[in-house]
């Protein structure tokens, strides 16, 4: 059976702006089915969706069993307004709202928390951070108020002191972690945290005609930096498990976890522990 640490069932692979007109009134069920047939067709028997904001995830939980899929969802990303996450979540301004919005995820059947650290890449302006961060305080107190609930946070972060601040402040998980560096690999070693660094995303850019708009070497270079540090990390032992991000572009489902596994297999890591340490750790209490 093989794990996706990692993905949107709400999101095509393709665009996100025709899936998201596909899902905005209700769920769209056939989409959701051709989904989940595209796992079960992969022998993909383990989702740990990244969240969305219409409520896709949380529907697909209830067809999951029917294609033998272990489905874990956190509902919706919680973010920062005007922060990185609103194609995938729900604001808050001030610590009150962001203990709502968890209790509010909790209420919605949610199996754990997933926060909004920093942006995504830029791809277009050279691989830096988009966006501003929340600090290590913040990150610190949305942790509490999850774990107060009993449930365990997946953390969303790029940037090299961002991955950091996210590890002092107790995230279970740490989602795509671009930019991390040595000292960052090393703290994913000393606190356990488990590393899911989504390679599809960036890898699956490079395949012949994939690139569009980007520059390849660009890419290449965010790949690369990447790759280095998760084979660092392989030798300090940290827990990196497969994660493809599928539903993002370039990445289907089904292939996409494919595709990420044979990723780390070229950098010797085994994902199997990793995903076995998220699958017991990320469910409802
Ligand atoms: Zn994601």
Not at 272 to 282: C, G, Q, T
Request: charged share 25%; with cysteine.
């Amino acid at each position: 059976m093989k794990y996706e640490c990692h993905g949107h069932i709400m999101a095509d692979g393709v665009s996100y702006a025709e899936a998201a007109a596909r899902h905005s009134r209700a769920p769209d069920e056939t989409a959701v089915r051709a989904a989940l047939c595209a796992l079960k067709e992969h022998g993909v028997g383990f989702f740990r969706d990244g969240g969305d904001k219409f409520g896709v995830s949380l529907f697909a939980k209830t067809l999951a069993p029917e294609y033998g899929v272990d489905y874990r969802t956190p509902g919706f990303i919680i973010h920062r307004a005007g922060y990185y996450g609103e194609l995938y979540g729900r604001a808050y301004r001030d610590i009150r709202e962001a203990r709502e919005l968890i209790f509010e995820a909790k209420r919605e059947k949610a199996d754990f928390i997933k926060i909004a650290v920093s942006g995504m890449l830029d791809f277009a302006s050279g691989g830096l951070v988009m966006g501003e961060a929340i600090g290590k305080d913040e990150i610190r107190e949305l942790t509490k108020a999850a774990r107060g609930e009993g449930l365990c946070v997946m953390a969303h972060c790029n940037g090299a002191e961002n991955v950091k601040n996210a590890l002092e402040a107790g995230v279970t998980s740490l989602e795509h972690g671009f930019l991390t560096d040595r000292e960052g690999a090393d703290m994913l070693a000393g606190t356990g945290a488990v590393w899911v660094p989504t390679i599809a995303p960036v890898a699956n850019l490079l395949k012949p005609g994939a690139s569009g708009n980007f520059s390849a070497s660009v890419l290449r270079e965010i790949l690369s930096g990447h790759q280095e540090t998760l084979a660092y990390a392989r030798g300090r032992g940290v827990l990196i498990a497969s994660g493809s991000d599928c539903g993002a572009r370039g990445v289907a489902h089904g292939t996409g976890t494919d595709d990420e596994i044979r990723y780390l297999a070229r950098l010797g890591i085994d994902p199997s522990p990793a995903n076995a340490r998220v699958s017991e750790l990320f469910r409802r209490p």
